[in-house]
């Protein structure tokens, strides 16, 4: 089954490399513009706008740990259950539903960690989205995060 899956998943490779890359131009085009001669930050809208990054960062975040506990229970009930459709069809639907999921969050907190940066000339946006690449790269599936997803689903451990 570890064979099936990792074909299954292939193409999530291609995106969240897509999510990560599309997040590195982002910020290489922030740093250009921010380095232009026009460029006017409006400083006083750094802290609050860092502030609301950090709300969105810890309600996805607790977002995201709800939905994984949510689809693993799924899959664990679906397989004690005796669901008919093919394990590693139900295992790699899970995994990339969590794998796109988890992603997409962190790409959206690293483009509006360089949006912030763009309104305000604070760097802590910047740091902000580099954190988020961090998060959207931890994403990438490999066969080790393979088996710990369907030895979760399996009960063997929680993830």
Not at 10 to 38: C, D, H, R, T, Y
Request: proline share 3%; glycine share 14%; aromatic share 6%.
């Amino acid at each position: 089954m570890d064979d099936q899956l990792a074909e299954r998943i292939q193409p999530l490779k291609v995106i969240i490399l897509a999510m990560a890359g599309g997040m590195v131009a982002f910020a290489v085009v922030a740093a250009v513009v921010a380095n232009g001669e026009s460029f006017k930050p409006d400083e006083k809208a750094g802290p609050l706008l860092l502030g609301v990054l950090g709300l969105l960062a810890a309600g996805e975040s607790v977002a995201y740990v709800v939905l994984r506990h949510v689809v693993l229970a799924k899959l664990k009930a679906q397989e004690h259950g005796g669901s008919s459709a093919d394990p590693a069809s139900r295992i790699g639907e899970g995994f990339s539903t969590l794998t796109i999921i988890g992603g997409a969050m962190a790409e959206g907190l690293g483009l509006f960690g360089v949006v912030i940066y763009l309104i305000s000339g604070n760097a802590w946006g910047l740091a902000a989205a580099g954190g988020a690449l961090l998060a959207v790269l931890a994403q990438f599936p490999t066969r080790a995060r393979i088996r710990s997803f369907t030895s979760a689903v399996s009960g063997q451990m929680e993830l």
